[in-house]
């Protein structure tokens, strides 16, 4: 198998089955023209990140821009949603696995949202082959055998399909344009947009997107660019791309009407991006002596800088006439225990009808078998309304609202064991080629691994970081930990019939990036590295 490259482009990486059907001269074009014309914005961005970053370092706190302040107070909406958006209850995820992707559409939720990003382990081969997925799936010309013979197909009522690509700070390391690696969001959507936006709109369903890990309105802006290039190339209308932006950094909570703004004729709002948001806060206020978070499970939507951003969420989209969507609980079913499935359950229940009241349109499951329990919780607040944009929120919220930082306790043994289990345990299947995993009866991704590594290194490096029995977080004790979890994994993933073969590896990885004496600013960034 060969490939005819654009001149300028270069695919360093093994060709498998049906990757010639994606990695075609024309959508290598079009990737090609979008990095030549927005990779220098999008690295002049990433500059940026690290200015500000290096400011909050030194003390600086976030706060509302003073130079955008019209917009804030402008009056201005969104562009009107298409019908496959005004209803969006309930939305599964998951990476772009074929199996997964079948049963997800097959669900029953309103909208899927497959994911390039951070439930997707983004070797070569589960990216391209992740596109291959698509456009089978975009087609209704799916199918998936499993190992004991049974098929998957897809069903006659199927979810509305959205899809991330990665973030703004992620490569493409085996692709270059001119020398120069392209960025793997525009990689991503470029392929995916060229191959299949002119399908989904006979299909009366998409061109749409998610948006990872902005951290401001200029990110937003370049996002909009790229969109606005890719429709001329294709001759489609302007505003046919619709894409709803995560909102899980701290930096993005300060300007969420901006994001809309700068995206407003392909907005379809904004989604409470709870994991990553809480990672953000630990990343963005490593080195703030006053600020240490209590173990994850405490961290939950009911804390106040939690709360106050979900309601600034709900408020900002209704205002500007777009939908709110709420965001991921990580819990899931549990086989063969009883108890704890009905616990999980309740969680999930408690979570739905607490953001179906606050006002938003829709939230996030991770399963498709509480798919049924999250529609319940919002029809019950809904009823046949397939929203409630009109719902207005009056509460007037300051940047300490945003910035109140509270548990900082308890922080346990059992919840330091429990971040050093996760982080080996999800770094192992991660390494593997596996971004989704359930671990502990919760279905964890890269951004709980990050929280996880997050938290240990900032119980270290903080006065406050210690445990309710009185004992300092130390590197010591770390190390000393580590083994012990480690061996905890693999006895799990040995029960589960699964290779131990990445676990002393993620094991290493763990360590390093948890008590690094310079804080590693994402986990996967050099794992990327390392991997095929």
Known sequence: MSLNLPAGVQVNAPLHPRFDEVLTHDALALVA??????EPRRQELLKMRGERQARIDAGEMPDFLPETQHIREGDWKVAPLPEALECRRTEITGPVERKMIINAYNSGADSYMTDFEDS???NWYNQIQGQVNLVDAIRRNISYVNEAGKEYRLNDTIAT?????RGWHLDEKHVTVDGQRVSGGIFDFGLVFFHNAKEQIARGAGPFYYLPKMESHLEARLWNDI???AEDELSLPRGTIKATVLIETILATFEMEEILYELRE?????NAGRWDYIFSCIKKFKKNKGFCLANRGAITMEVPFMRSYALQLVKVCHKRGA???GGMSALIPIKDDPVANEKALAGIRHDKTRDANDGFDGGWVAHPGLVPIAHEEFVKVLGDRPNQREKQRDEVFAAQDFLNFVPEQPITEVG????INVGIHYLGSWLAGNGCVPIHNLMEDAATAEISRSQVWQWVVSPKGVLDDGRKVTAE???ALIPEELAKVKATVVAQGEETATYDQAAGIFEKMSLSPEYPEFLTLPLYEAMD
Do not use: D, E, T, Y
Request: proline share 9%.
């Open 33 to 38: 023209k979008l990095h030549r014309a927005f």
């Open 120 to 122: 997707n382990s983004p």
């Open 161 to 165: 399909l959205q899809i991330r690509p």
């Open 227 to 229: 969109f606005c290039m």
């Open 266 to 270: 392909h907005s379809a709002g904004l």
């Open 323 to 325: 939908p709110a969507m």
């Open 416 to 419: 330091l064991r429990n971040n």
């Open 477 to 479: 004790m770390v190390r």
